[in-house]
């Protein structure tokens, strides 16, 4: 028997890489966080090519009002123009290609260039070149770049470099329930992402940080330490016996994936590491008066989704997280707590502080997911091993309308999670950037 | 605000040493015995001024959330300190105040504002040597019998608005 192990190594052929070979139905090849040419790859497919979350208008609420976030390597803007519209500008002059903004956040009336004074408004047009004498060009032709697709659902704002990613309404598809589920936690159905961000960077692929984020099975052993010193509704959510365990993995198709923790919830307000909603009764008076009884009591129960959007949108419970891949080697988990309108402000405090403790370089419980997947990518730089994602095939419930149900340790968000990037990175299309 | 005297400044400096040394040795209990009931641990991100009920921190700890944080790192399943960072940290550039009107009375309290930087040997996966810089304010209490306990430790990293690596340890 020859020892000659075969090497899974992602490897350029003429039409590319081979991802039917790399991602099997239960196992998919370690390359996948470790090649170049993939990393390479999926910036123009999945970064480029299609659909990603950019932020939320609330970060922008009034004209003049930019953040800067990076798409892929893409440096980009999300801008509030003066006639009050959302836009999503890329980050650099259109003349030599400096970068324009250089604050993270900022309100500025126009963009003009450090380098040779050109100035944009807001919404990226070419107002301004300084001795126009010698400029050859027509200005229209001149504005910043606009992206092709910008479109936003419910204040969340999702954008794409190519004019071929489709609607993203299909792009959503049963995302929009998530999105939905993490409003209604207000009674006024508003959030707010005004508290500012952490960004934890992680020295492992970005792809750990989704596949991470609704995993159910680490809980009990990555957080073991957690479970010994804090009381908290994962107890009963994950941190049980196999045939006790009722939380659920859900594979909402398009990459879009769930860890339901509200079937194991004893009381209202588990999501906030409380056993009933006592606490706060003016934040369930305004629910009920929003929502009536039975509504608002269910809501407060099941709390908000643990929910992870295809492919850098996290809706982390009471936070909203985004994933920015830096090299194949390196990522940022950026996270800000997820502040309801219309709640009293202790509501909004306890979130807050919720929210350090989970997320975060020092946090009760990122900073262990950290080092897990910095040993991860340690072990797997080798790029020649297999990873078993086949947990749970068997006994998941699919669904009429496809949606596939799993037991809280199965594997039903990883396989979720590779299937829509599979289907990603075979297709052919290529972003116009 | 008043200055100190040359004894004062002494006995604060020796208590930041101390403080210094227990953490970078990961010494918790002994750390832990240098604060006070009322601590707080904050390590705000690139604001050092904003306010906490509406910004979001890197750690905010009042002292019950430090117990735990503290409890957790002595469970033996901290992974992100486990094993923990071989550190070693610079305090410098002291100054000292006492406080004209002490939070608890009876007591002398101190404003001390410090810079430090921290070595730390991330062992516990990537085995690289990261590098931590940042300004300090601690608030300081001596009680009557001479004892001396922390109330406040504010901790502004240089880098508290970038993206930063895992940081379980006390800083
Ligand atoms: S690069 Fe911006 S004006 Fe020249
Ligand atoms: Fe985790």
Known sequence: ?433 | MQLVTVEEQRRIEAFLYKEARFADQSRYEDWENLVDEDMYYWIPTDDPEADPERTVSITADNRKRLATRIAQLKTGKRHAQLPVSPMRRLVSNIEIEKMAAPKQQGTEEYLVHANFVVYELQVQSTRMLDVWPGGVEYRLRQYPDGEIKMYYKKIMLVEAGEPILTAAFIL
């Open chain 1, 1 to 433: 028997m020859s020892m000659t192990a075969q090497r899974p190594e992602a490897r350029s052929k003429a039409d590319g890489i081979d991802y039917e070979e790399l991602i099997q139905k239960d196992r998919i090849s370690g390359s996948l966080y470790t090649s170049e040419a993939v990393y390479r790859d999926e910036l123009e497919k999945i970064f480029y090519g299609g659909w990603v979350y950019i932020g939320h208008e609330s970060e922008v609420a009034k004209p003049g009002q930019y953040v800067r976030r990076t798409i892929g390597e893409v440096p980009v803007l999300l801008v509030r123009t003066r006639e009050g519209k959302i836009t999503v500008l890329k980050n650099r002059c259109t003349h030599r290609g400096n970068m324009l903004c250089v604050q993270q956040k900022g309100s500025l009336k126009n963009f003009t260039c450090a380098y040779h004074g050109w100035v944009f408004g807001l919404d990226g047009k070419l107002l301004d070149v300084p001795y126009p004498g010698g400029f050859r060009h027509d200005p229209a032709e001149y504005g910043l770049k606009v992206l092709p697709l910008i479109d936003s659902y419910r204040g969340f704002v999702f954008a794409s470099f190519s004019p071929d990613a489709g609607s993203l309404d299909d792009h959503l598809g049963n995302g929009k329930l998530l999105i939905d589920r993490a409003l209604q936690m207000s009674p006024t159905q508003e959030i707010k992402l005004t508290a500012g961000w952490v960004r934890h960077k992680i020295r492992g692929n970005w792809k750990m940080l989704p596949e991470n984020d609704t995993d159910g099975y680490h809980v009990n052993f990555v957080h073991s330490s957690f479970g010994r010193v804090i009381r908290s509704q994962y107890d009963e959510a994950a941190l049980a016996p196999e045939e006790s365990l009722k939380s659920l993995t859900i594979d909402w198709g398009n990459g879009h994936t769930e860890l339901d923790f509200s079937p194991s919830y004893v009381g209202e307000m588990a999501w906030l590491g409380l056993s009933d909603s006592s606490r706060y009764p003016e934040y369930v008076r305004a629910m009920e008066e929003a929502y009536g009884h039975e509504k608002a009591h269910e809501i407060l129960a099941k709390g908000p989704p643990h929910a992870v959007i295809f492919p850098n949108l996290f809706l982390g419970e009471m936070n909203i997280v985004m994933f920015e891949p830096l090299g194949v080697n390196e990522c940022v988990q950026w996270h800000t707590p997820l502040l309801l309108g219309g709640v009293p402000d202790e509501v909004n405090i306890r979130i807050l502080r919720q929210s350090e403790g989970a997320l975060g370089p020092s946090a009760f419980l990122l900073a262990d997911d950290g080092v897990i997947s910095e040993r991860q990518q340690i072990a797997l730089r080798s790029g020649d091993a297999w990873l078993d994602l086949s947990r749970g095939e068997e006994r998941e419930e699919v669904r009429a309308d496809g949606v596939r149900l799993g037991h809280v340790t199965d594997e039903t968000t990883n396989r979720g999670f590779w299937h829509q990037y599979r289907k990603v990175m075979t297709r052919n299309a290529a972003a116009t950037r």
